[in-house]
């Protein structure tokens, strides 16, 4: 009887992180782009997801966004932007920049290749 009322705790309990850690509101890390010359850039790490989360660019300023992998999971291994038409590989220990269209104003989503970790551009 004990073991069954712990059995039912812990799967409680499961159920309970589960939803938290897929439907929960989570911090994000949020980062301006760095403007210099007419150019703007950010550096995103890759390591267990994407660091920051956001980024936020000025319309009209060409940009770049250099995405350091340092995860070996092959499911980051690619950084999609659906909206770009942008599916570039990310090799492991190395940055990779991909240019950012920035002519229109609006959120544009990226993702990895198995679209569980993502992260959005904002063009202001």
Known sequence: MVIRI??????????????????????VATENASVNSNKQSVDIVVKGGY?????????????TL???????????????????????????????????DTSKPGEYEWACSMNMFHGKVIVK
């Open 6 to 27: 712990i059995i039912l705790c812990l799967g409680v309990a499961l159920i309970a992180f589960i939803a938290w850690w897929f439907f929960g509101k989570h911090n």
């Open 66 to 100: 250099n995405f350091k992998r340092t995860d070996s999971s092959s499911c980051l291994d690619h950084v999609i932007f659906s909206d770009f038409g942008i599916n570039q590989k990310l090799p492991q220990g190395k940055t990779e920049p991909i240019k950012i």
């Open 51 to 63: 660091s920051p989360e956001k980024v936020i660019l000025e319309r009209g300023i060409p940009a």
